[in-house]
């Protein structure tokens, strides 16, 4: 079975910082990766996905960016971080079929103060 | 667009009694509709997936149930238990762009022994 790794799990970091998020995936191989982000009273809002190594598809228009380095790899970053950019991130997974469950990982709680 | 909405957004039961959750959404273009529970602070885990060209599943205490062509779906919770306490999310995997869930804004439960 699938099993996704997310650290750090809890992160406060100033307004203007960078910020790097990462995310692996054990149990399985060429999946598809995804970043959602979760803000507080919201549901949860799709920010990248990817079908294979260096390769992101981005959803929504933001200051934060993505990369696939290896197969089972995620990482979610930003040059400088924006009040905006507080939330909770969840990294997921799933074969790339459409008839798949999709599985989360733990998640990172960002705060930007 | 697709748009996913849960209702109610919160719900409070005594412990025993039988519960459904419901969620609509706009678009009956799906590949299937998938019910999460996620507990405070943490990931996202998945309950029950439904085909498009299924009418309902069940896992022990839980059955979802989905009417494509009026783009309904119920999550019914037999005898709660305390430990059923968590916000519920209902996810639809879009035909068009079939990497993406679409989710609602979830139903927060408690359960009261």
């Known amino acids: 079975s699938q099993t996704i790794h997310q650290w750090p799990a809890t992160l406060v970091q100033p307004v203007g910082s960078p910020l790097s998020l990462e995310c692996t995936v054990e149990?399985?191989?060429?999946?598809?990766l995804y970043w959602y982000r979760q803000a507080a009273g919201r549901g949860l809002q799709l920010l990248f996905y990817?079908?294979?190594?260096?390769?992101i598809s981005s959803e929504v228009p933001q200051n934060l960016s993505a990369s696939r380095p290896q197969d089972r790899q995620f990482i979610l970053s930003s040059k400088k971080l924006l009040l905006s950019d507080s939330g909770f991130y969840l990294c997921a997974t799933d074969r790339g079929l459409s008839t798949d469950t999709q599985y989360f990982g733990p998640g990172t709680r960002l705060t930007v103060l | 667009k697709q748009e996913v909405t849960q209702i109610p957004a919160a719900l409070s039961v005594l412990e025993g009694e039988n519960l459904v959750l419901n969620c609509s959404f706009t678009?009956?273009?799906?590949?299937?509709l998938q019910w999460f529970r996620q507990d405070p602070g943490k990931g996202l885990t998945s309950l029950l997936l439904i085909q498009s060209s299924q009418r309902e599943q069940t896992s022990g205490r839980l059955n979802a149930s989905l009417d494509k062509s009026s783009g309904r779906s119920t999550l019914y919770i037999a005898a709660s238990q305390p430990g059923d306490s968590a916000t519920y999310l209902c996810?639809?995997?879009?035909?068009?762009?079939?990497?993406?869930?679409?989710f609602g804004q979830g139903t927060r439960l408690t359960i009261n022994p």
């Open positions: 678009d009956s273009a799906i590949y299937n």
């Open positions: 149990g399985t191989s060429n999946p598809n």
């Open positions: 996810a639809v995997r879009l035909i068009q762009g079939a990497q993406k869930l679409v």
């Open positions: 990817s079908v294979g190594i260096g390769q």
